[in-house]
């Protein structure tokens, strides 16, 4: 489970371990219309964490990773190369896009099979744009999410 993010408001999913560094995850996300102020958005996403750092504090085990996700949010309003008041190729594909996220997961003694994590990231228009207009402060638009996973 997952709240914000760039994967909807409210997301869940299941998860696949494949490496001790390694976790595949598929996200389905809702930001609702209360929120979104407008439509309800749905949001798919493939998520890859690579966990790099692992440290054992009396039971309490953190682990910091890095993540890349690929997410697609359903839908016209985010699909700008559909509309037909702008030039041909003037938005780059909006439906499909990419995050790079850096997160902390902590897993408590009484329970290490589940885990809290929060992470922080960007996607790849902002980071492309932030490299090309100078003006635009990175800071601006990272996102942020906390989560639980929970293993049955």
Known sequence: MQFAGEIGAYSMGVTK????WYE????????PRSVSKTKSIETFSFKQ???FLTKDLDGLTTRLYTG???FHTTGL?????KFRDTPSGYYP??????LLA???QVSLPERPQNSYFFEMGMNDIWIVNSFINKSIKPSDYISMALGFNFNF
Do not use: C, E, P, W
């Open 24 to 31: 595949l995850s598929f996200l389905f996300g809702v930001t």
């Open 17 to 20: 371990k494949i490496k001790s």
């Open 49 to 51: 964490d690579f966990f």
């Open 68 to 70: 890349v996700n690929i």
């Open 93 to 98: 594909i909006n439906s499909i896009r990419g």
């Open 102 to 104: 850096l997160g902390l």
């Open 77 to 81: 309003k985010h699909q700008a190369s």
